[in-house]
Each structure stands twice: as structure tokens, then as C-alpha cells.
């Protein structure tokens, strides 16, 4: 390998065996075509992953915003943010993101492409990935393909994601698990913690 050939696998921190909560598009104003559909769906998944980002930062794990940049190439966070916001997006207004949290904006449906993601996981000793937000069947999808290849453990709570149809969330769901590994119990039944243990019984 040469020196400007990058591993496909991330070296983690197996010391740290940290988890990384991924909140993917959910800043976002909708106005698109089925947008304000999926945006009424998409607020039954608000609680689950409030839940689960309260959980996380108590565990003392990150919170990371992975957000499409809608086409504007010259945007940062905030500017996301204000607009999801001035369009009265409830979805974005009970998820916004905190000051220090991490936000990476992302130009197509995988968190991984283009994005610095493939090098802050690894410096934060993340070796696990919680997956939440829009669509199930496009950029949650997307990103846990690619997590998948780099060795990432996932687990995509079926509750604290949505796509426009049931159909199409179903049919995600199913091919995560089944092709991915991905755990993809309801947070009505799996908490962090124990999701966790689970894995800490696994091991060798």
C-alpha cells in the first residue's frame, strides 16, 4: 500500500470500545416532495432518540449529526439549522443539535462519502454505531452499508427511524439485519446499556 492509499478498514481504539449515536438528516426542513409526510412520520421517532442521546451522554459516548447539505454547497450547521427551523420543521426544533455536539453535512446519502466521519470515529475510539433518523431506505441504509464494510458493530432501533412508507422501512430493516448483522430491536425492548452487555457476552 502506498503512502496516499487509505485502509478501507478505520484502525479503532479497542482499549476505548466506544459507541457513537448518528442522528442522520433529521435537521431538515422537508420541502421536497413527500417531505411533509415523511416529516409527520418522522416525529414518532423523536422520543426513542431523545432517549437514546440522553442514555449516551450519560454513558459519556458522542453525539453526531449526519445532515445532507440539500444542495448547498456553501452551507455550514447553523445556516441548516435556521432554515429547518424557519420552516417550522417540529422534528428539527426538538432535535436540535447542542453546541458541542459533532456535525458532519454530508453531499450525498451515505454519511461516509466525502466526509470526514471515516476519521473522527476512529480518533473518538468508536467501534459501535447506533443509527437513527431519515430515510430507513436511503441514508440510513446507505451509511450502514458503508459502516458495515469498515467493521462497524450497528444497531438501527426500527423505532427511531422512518421512511415514507411502512413497506420501505420494512423492507430496510430486514436487509441490515439480515445482510449487515445489524441489530434492529425497538428501543421499547433494548436499552445502550444492555445492547452493551449483549456484545461483552459475545466476545471470546
Keep these: 500500500m502506498t503512502n496516499e492509499q487509505a485502509p478501507t478498514t478505520p484502525q479503532h481504539n479497542s482499549a476505548k470500545q466506544r459507541v457513537a ?11 421536497f416532495g413527500g417531505g411533509r409526510a415523511l416529516h409527520d412520520r418522522a ?14 451522554e450519560l454513558a459519556g459516548h458522542p453525539v453526531i449529526y449526519v445532515n445532507d447539505n440539500f444542495g448547498e454547497w456553501h452551507s455550514e450547521r447553523w445556516r ?3 432554515r429547518a427551523l424557519e420552516r417550522h420543521s417540529r422534528v428539527s426544533e426538538q432535535l436540535r443539535p447542542a453546541d458541542d455536539d459533532y456535525f458532519i453535512i454530508k453531499p450525498q446519502f451515505s454519511g461516509f462519502y466525502a466526509t470526514n466521519l471515516q476519521v473522527l470515529l476512529p480518533k473518538l475510539g468508536v467501534d459501535r454505531l447506533i443509527l437513527t433518523g431519515v430515510a430507513t431506505d436511503i441514508c440510513v ?8 464494510m469498515r467493521d462497524y458493530i450497528l444497531w438501527i432501533p426500527e423505532n427511531a427511524c ?6 420501505r422501512h420494512r423492507w430496510a430493516i430486514e436487509i441490515m439485519a439480515q445482510s ?5 430491536a425497538a428501543t421499547t425492548g433494548l436499552t445502550p446499556s444492555k445492547w452493551f452487555d449483549r456484545l461483552e457476552r459475545r466476545q471470546p
Aim: proline fraction near 2%.
Design 21 to 31: 449515536l448518528l442522528i442522520i438528516d433529521m435537521i431538515n426542513d422537508f420541502d
Design 43 to 56: 416525529l414518532a421517532t423523536v422520543e426513542p432518540i431523545l432517549a437514546l442521546r440522553r442514555a449516551i
Design 80 to 82: 441548516l439549522v435556521d
Design 141 to 148: 441504509l446507505f451509511t450502514a452499508a458503508d459502516a458495515h
Design 162 to 167: 422512518v421512511a415514507e412508507t411502512d413497506e
Design 180 to 184: 449487515m448483522g445489524a441489530e434492529t
